[in-house]
Antibody
Framework: VRLAESGGGVVQPGRSLRLSCAAS????????MHWVRQAPGKGLEWVAL????????YYADSVKGRFTISRDNSNNTLYLHMDSLRVDDTAVYYC?????????????WGQGTVVTVSS | QSVLTQPPSVSGAPGQTVTISCTGS?????????VHWYQQFPGRPPKLLIY???KRPSGVPDRFSGSKSATSASLAITGLQAEDEADYYC????????????FGSGTKVTVL
């Protein structure tokens, strides 16, 4: 059972970045998937959720309108497209599996990918 | 700032019991939504420690226990061990529309 994020890096404010997360060892197409981030030295912040069948997507207010979550169930891959990046988006971004559709908790975490937004 | 409030730090000697509180509101814990707990070591991703208020995933020692009442929850570590020194976060669901899922501010447990 594994989640492996990629795509992080250093980007200037206002630019875009796409994160990917490759899933293995479980039935990805049956799982709601989330992105959770952690700014340097700070706590955890939930970012976005996509249902197992892509029918619903939800975002934290802090990223709504700028970030887009998507998935490819045929390739067991989760994505996070980030536009209009801001300095305060700097964080480790974790790909996370949600255990149930409603009021979920997170049982599988990736190692994280670092996004640094800086001029 | 985090929606769920935790003490920044707690400490205890080996063998002692420490308790971490997690205080929410009527839009999350107070509505009856489950509380879950995660353990995080420096440079590592969080790990699920307690789910649905008081259940332990396979492999989590029984010295970790959770409880919930009204708008707050607690994580207790009994028989504290040096390897328990880490950051701990509570998490719940929130119906305020700001964010569906909310975390606590995190508590650093130090073993003296």
């Amino acid at each position: 059972v594994r989640l492996a994020e990629s795509g992080g890096g250093v980007v200037q404010p206002g630019r875009s970045l796409r994160l990917s997360c490759a899933a293995s060892g479980f039935t990805f197409s049956n799982s709601g998937m989330h992105w959770v981030r952690q700014a340097p030295g700070k706590g955890l912040e939930w970012v976005a959720l996509i249902w197992y069948d892509k029918s619903n997507k939800y975002y934290a207010d802090s990223v709504k309108g700028r970030f887009t979550i998507s998935r490819d169930n045929s390739n067991n891959t989760l994505y996070l497209h980030m536009d209009s990046l801001r300095v305060d988006d700097t964080a480790v971004y974790y790909c996370v599996r949600g255990v149930r559709v409603a009021a979920s908790y997170f049982d599988i975490w990736g190692q994280g990918t670092v996004v640094t937004v800086s001029s | 700032q985090s929606v769920l409030t935790q003490p920044p730090s707690v400490s205890g000697a080996p063998g002692q019991t420490v308790t971490i509180s997690c205080t929410g509101s009527s839009s999350n814990i107070g509505t009856g939504y489950d509380v879950h707990w995660y353990q995080q070591f420096p440079g590592r991703p969080p790990k699920l420690l307690i789910y649905s208020d008081n259940k332990r995933p396979s492999g989590v020692p029984d010295r970790f226990s959770g409880s919930k009442s009204a708008t707050s929850a607690s994580l207790a570590i009994t028989g504290l061990q040096a390897e328990d020194e880490a950051d701990y976060y509570c998490q719940s669901y929130d119906n305020s529309r700001i964010a569906l899922y909310v975390f606590g501010s995190g508590t650093k447990v130090t073993v003296l």
